[in-house]
């Protein structure tokens, strides 16, 4: 399983940003799929978790602004990001739960977000 992270780049604050996370190969091993966020030198942080089925659930400093989609057709997920504020600045993970527990899940390579003030 391969994911491809897209869609980062510069905003002011207040502005709105779409991250795309495509899967390739073996996608019946995707049991779950999140986004991750890691500002440097902090610890990587849950902000979106999508399931099969459409249920999403977000951390609380998301909630209301951000929001998790997917699209099955393009085994695409999506992170649609509104009043991004600085805070928010941070490199996007999109994240892949392995269906075999005892497998490694799956990563990709992050795509930078940048909110100016």
């Known amino acids: 399983v391969q994911l491809q992270a897209s869609g980062g780049g510069l905003v002011q604050a207040g502005g709105s940003l779409r991250l795309s996370c495509v899967a390739s190969?073996?996608?019946?091993?995707?049991?779950?799929m999140a986004w991750y966020r890691q500002i440097i030198g902090k610890d990587r942080e849950l902000v979106a978790s999508?399931?099969?089925?459409?249920?999403?659930s977000y951390a609380d400093s998301v909630k209301g602004r951000f929001t998790a989609s997917s699209d099955n057709a393009k085994n695409t997920i999506y992170l649609e990001m509104n009043n991004l504020k600085p805070e928010d600045t941070a490199t996007y993970y999109c994240f892949g739960q392995n269906s075999n527990p005892t497998a490694e899940d799956y990563w990709g390579q992050g795509t930078l977000v940048t909110v100016s003030s």
């Open positions: 999508i399931r099969k089925g459409g249920w999403s």
């Open positions: 190969g073996d996608i019946s091993m995707i049991y779950s």
